[in-house]
């Protein structure tokens, strides 16, 4: 049978390509008896081939930058982000509030200008504050105060440009690629004779610019730069010969400052030396450049929502746009129930609000002032009759017990090394699949992870214990809803009441006692509250509250509670409950998140007697169950 002829153009490996010249050459009569790897022709093969794997390679990845979601370049994905009218986020410089007092009986009023530096330490590293504006303030009789004054971290930089017709390339770019451009103002000098200024505001709504409108247009550019442009008299008002670009902005440590709480001035202002810094709010909101997976992510959502909040989508651009620290944001609309800070989600209807639960990278609540401040700034994209609420995440913590069994004939790594495996098999999935809105707990995925920690490891039984905390205030009559969403096991009425039922609690003392008190449940949905007295319960209240097994409610009765115990270990201010799950699948619902918990974790390994052979084994149940003790220390294994 004759050779195929035919080249086959379809790979693009050095060596099929190779080895498909070598078919292709075979098959011609000029080469039909030719040695291919014993002459100089293989040589020349070999240059035909590379240059073909390296054209294709090459040709492959401009296909893959031609398209956003498979662009790896970021001078792609901005690019592809420009055509959708998205503007990536530069650096953000930690964000601080404070109050300036200045001393004097004899000054009229001062003035507190642009670039003022404060200063303040985070773990000894010593940080410079600015603001980024002029204030002036009057004097009130011996003292002058600019109040809540804000200042970013970073040093305060000015650059000029002086706009030249004639260098037809003329760009105007802001130097570093730490600024943050939130803090950068454009002002446009008529000339160097001319000292009148005009300050030029970013455009946000292209519909609204004129060709009289002083506004700048912001692009990244190569490098992670940002070039600031202007309009050309049709949209925009454009620049003429002669005129000064005047750009002022702050180069950033980005996130490294973060939680700084205490300032002060490094040099006298208006004059005055004897100046008093306090803090309104300490520095936040620090934050690297957008990466390339949020603007692939962001950009297409953020055209989607053409300018407007709408859609939960829409809320999650923009709330991302404007708290860069957002690790993870929940969205549910008022139909869902409404929120109350102590009930959290009821299921009373609450019609014109969205609530918005935000993840923070830094693993902190957002401050009143920066929720004030979010809703202020989505205000002008929201629907008139819609507002935005800012809700804490609330975690739900979830508890294991792991009894392992593994065949010690197929490792050498001993139990407590094999503990450390599925330990940090845990710890990767806590990570990576939970401490997010919406990450469900799958018990079956848990337990094929254990199982799949060492080859050696051959079953698991894991168990699953619920946390969650609530904060009681000190010394008032108030009621609690603690709210797990999750349904309690409680198979009949009264189940497990002589051991407690399904729920526990951490200490805490009550007004007119001087006893420690815990709360258990009795199976019938009875909350009660108890006190040990030489290890035995005496049930102080046995209608403390009630237990809604069916939705994974408990409800405290008003009660002064006068302080709080410590918590494994530590001293705190919150009371835990644990409750046993219905399901070992854990579902977070709305603002809730889902986090292990390994200070109470607790990972058994031990051998399989059986599988190694022991002729004296005997197959027997592993009771890797978990209950809560109601002592400070914690969890003891037990039955419920």
Same mark, same amino acid.
């Given at each position: 049978?004759?050779?195929?002829?035919?080249?086959?153009?379809?790979?693009?490996?050095?060596?099929?390509?190779?080895?498909?010249?070598?078919?292709?050459?075979?098959?011609?009569?000029?080469?039909?008896?030719?040695?291919?790897?014993?002459?100089?022709?293989?040589?020349?093969?070999?240059?035909?081939?590379?240059?073909?794997?390296?054209?294709?390679?090459?040709?492959?990845?401009?296909?893959?930058?031609?398209?956003?979601?498979?662009?790896?370049?970021?001078?792609?994905?901005?690019?592809?982000?420009?055509?959708?009218?998205?503007?990536?986020?530069?650096?953000?410089?930690?964000?601080?509030?404070?109050?300036?007092?200045?001393?004097?009986?004899?000054?009229?009023?001062?003035?507190?200008?642009?670039?003022?530096?404060?200063?303040?330490?985070?773990?000894?590293?010593?940080?410079?504050?600015?603001?980024?504006?002029?204030?002036?303030?009057?004097?009130?009789?011996?003292?002058?105060?600019?109040?809540?004054?804000?200042?970013?971290?970073?040093?305060?930089?000015?650059?000029?440009?002086?706009?030249?017709?004639?260098?037809?390339?003329?760009?105007?770019?802001?130097?570093?690629?730490?600024?943050?451009?939130?803090?950068?103002?454009?002002?446009?000098?008529?000339?160097?004779?001319?000292?009148?200024?005009?300050?030029?505001?970013?455009?946000?709504?292209?519909?609204?610019?004129?060709?009289?409108?002083?506004?700048?247009?912001?692009?990244?550019?190569?490098?992670?730069?940002?070039?600031?442009?202007?309009?050309?008299?049709?949209?925009?008002?454009?620049?003429?010969?002669?005129?000064?670009?005047?750009?002022?902005?702050?180069?950033?440590?980005?996130?490294?400052?973060?939680?700084?709480?205490?300032?002060?001035?490094? #040099?006298?202002?208006?004059?005055?030396?004897?100046?008093?810094?306090?803090?309104?709010?300490?520095?936040?909101?620090?934050?690297?450049?957008?990466?390339?997976?949020?603007?692939?992510?962001?950009?297409?959502?953020?055209?989607?929502?053409?300018?407007?909040?709408?859609?939960?989508?829409?809320?999650?651009?923009?709330?991302?746009?404007?708290?860069?620290?957002? #690790?993870?944001?929940?969205?549910?609309?008022?139909?869902?129930?409404?929120?109350?800070?102590?009930?959290?989600?009821?299921?009373?209807?609450?019609?014109?609000?969205?609530?918005?639960?935000?993840?923070?990278?830094?693993?902190?609540?957002?401050?009143?002032?920066?929720?004030?401040?979010?809703?202020?700034?989505?205000?002008?994209?929201?629907?008139?009759?819609?507002?935005?609420?800012?809700?804490?995440?609330?975690?739900?913590?979830?508890?294991?017990?792991?009894?392992?069994?593994?065949?010690?004939?197929?490792?050498?790594?001993?139990?407590?090394?094999?503990?450390?495996?599925?330990?940090?098999?845990?710890?990767?999935?806590?990570?990576?699949?939970?401490?997010?809105?919406?990450?469900?707990?799958?018990?079956?995925?848990?337990?094929?992870?254990?199982?799949?920690?060492?080859?050696?490891?051959?079953?698991?039984?894991?168990?699953?214990?619920?946390?969650?905390?609530?904060?009681?205030?000190?010394?008032?009559?108030?009621?609690?809803?603690?709210?797990?969403?999750?349904?309690?096991?409680?198979?009949?009425?009264?189940?497990?009441?002589?051991?407690?039922?399904?729920?526990?609690?951490?200490?805490?003392?009550?007004?007119?006692?001087?006893?420690?008190?815990?709360?258990?449940?009795?199976?019938?949905?009875?909350?009660?509250?108890?006190?040990?007295?030489?290890?035995?319960?005496?049930?102080?209240?046995?209608?403390?509250?009630?237990?809604?097994?069916?939705?994974?409610?408990?409800?405290?009765?008003?009660?002064?509670?006068?302080?709080?115990?410590?918590?494994?270990?530590?001293?705190?201010?919150?009371?835990?409950?644990?409750?046993?799950?219905?399901?070992?699948?854990?579902?977070?619902?709305?603002? #809730?998140?889902?986090?292990?918990?390994?200070?109470?974790?607790?990972?058994?390994?031990?051998?399989?007697?059986?599988?190694?052979?022991?002729?004296?084994?005997?197959?027997?149940?592993?009771?890797?169950?978990?209950?809560?003790?109601?002592?400070?220390?914690?969890? #003891?294994?037990?039955?419920?």
């Amino acid at each position: 049978m004759a050779q195929d002829k035919r080249l086959i153009v379809s790979d693009f490996d050095f060596d099929d390509v190779k080895n498909n010249l070598k078919i292709f050459m075979q098959g011609q009569t000029e080469f039909s008896d030719f040695n291919f790897e014993g002459s100089a022709l293989s040589t020349l093969l070999d240059v035909l081939a590379y240059n073909t794997h390296y054209l294709g390679y090459n040709m492959n990845m401009l296909a893959n930058e031609m398209f956003l979601d498979s662009a790896s370049l970021r001078s792609s994905v901005v690019s592809h982000a420009k055509t959708l009218g998205y503007e990536t986020i530069s650096p953000r410089a930690p964000k601080a509030y404070i109050d300036v007092t200045l001393f004097d009986s004899v000054l009229a009023t001062a003035s507190l200008p642009a670039g003022t530096v404060f200063t303040s330490s985070v773990d000894d590293v010593s940080y410079q504050f600015v603001n980024i504006n002029d204030f002036t303030a009057s004097n009130s009789g011996s003292q002058i105060s600019f109040l809540n004054i804000p200042i970013y971290e970073g040093t305060f930089v000015k650059t000029q440009f002086a706009v030249s017709s004639t260098d037809v390339d003329q760009r105007f770019i802001i130097s570093n690629n730490r600024a943050d451009t939130t803090t950068l103002t454009v002002k446009v000098q008529t000339s160097t004779a001319d000292t009148t200024t005009a300050t030029f505001t970013k455009a946000t709504d292209i519909s609204q610019v004129t060709s009289t409108s002083t506004n700048y247009f912001l692009q990244e550019v190569e490098a992670g730069k940002y070039e600031v442009y202007f309009g050309d008299s049709v949209i925009g008002k454009s620049l003429s010969d002669g005129n000064l670009v005047i750009l002022t902005y702050v180069v950033t440590n980005k996130g490294a400052a973060n939680t700084a709480n205490s300032f002060t001035n490094s #040099q006298a202002i208006s004059s005055v030396t004897n100046v008093q810094v306090s803090t309104v709010e300490a520095a936040s909101g620090g934050a690297e450049a957008e990466t390339i997976q949020s603007i692939k992510f962001n950009a297409p959502l953020d055209y989607a929502s053409q300018g407007r909040c709408v859609t939960a989508e829409d809320y999650k651009v923009f709330v991302k746009r404007f708290y860069p620290n957002t #690790q993870a944001v929940s969205i549910f609309g008022g139909e869902s129930g409404s929120f109350d800070p102590v009930l959290g989600v009821s299921s009373v209807q609450e019609f014109g609000k969205v609530f918005i639960s935000i993840k923070s990278t830094t693993g902190n609540n957002l401050t009143t002032t920066e929720k004030t401040r979010l809703v202020r700034d989505l205000a002008p994209f929201t629907v008139a009759s819609i507002t935005p609420v800012i809700v804490d995440p609330d975690t739900v913590f979830i508890i294991l017990n792991v009894a392992a069994r593994f065949n010690s004939n197929l490792t050498t790594e001993t139990a407590d090394s094999i503990q450390n495996s599925i330990t940090n098999e845990l710890i990767t999935f806590n990570n990576s699949d939970l401490k997010s809105f919406n990450s469900a707990f799958r018990h079956s995925q848990i337990t094929a992870l254990i199982d799949d920690s060492d080859p050696s490891v051959i079953s698991n039984i894991t168990r699953v214990v619920m946390g969650k905390f609530f904060t009681p205030t000190i010394g008032e009559s108030v009621g609690y809803v603690v709210n797990f969403n999750n349904r309690f096991f409680n198979p009949h009425a009264g189940h497990n009441a002589d051991n407690g039922g399904v729920i526990a609690s951490t200490g805490f003392k009550i007004s007119a006692k001087t006893t420690e008190m815990f709360f258990d449940d009795d199976g019938n949905g009875n909350l009660r509250r108890y006190y040990v007295s030489a290890g035995v319960k005496i049930y102080d209240d046995v209608a403390a509250g009630t237990v809604d097994y069916t939705n994974g409610i408990i409800t405290l009765n008003a009660i002064n509670i006068i302080s709080v115990s410590n918590v494994d270990g530590t001293s705190s201010s919150k009371i835990r409950f644990t409750s046993i799950p219905d399901s070992t699948d854990i579902i977070p619902v709305r603002n #809730q998140l889902l986090e292990i918990d390994f200070v109470n974790t607790i990972v058994n390994a031990t051998i399989d007697t059986l599988s190694v052979g022991d002729p004296n084994s005997v197959a027997t149940a592993d009771l890797a169950t978990t209950s809560y003790t109601t002592t400070t220390s914690g969890f #003891q294994n037990g039955t419920i």
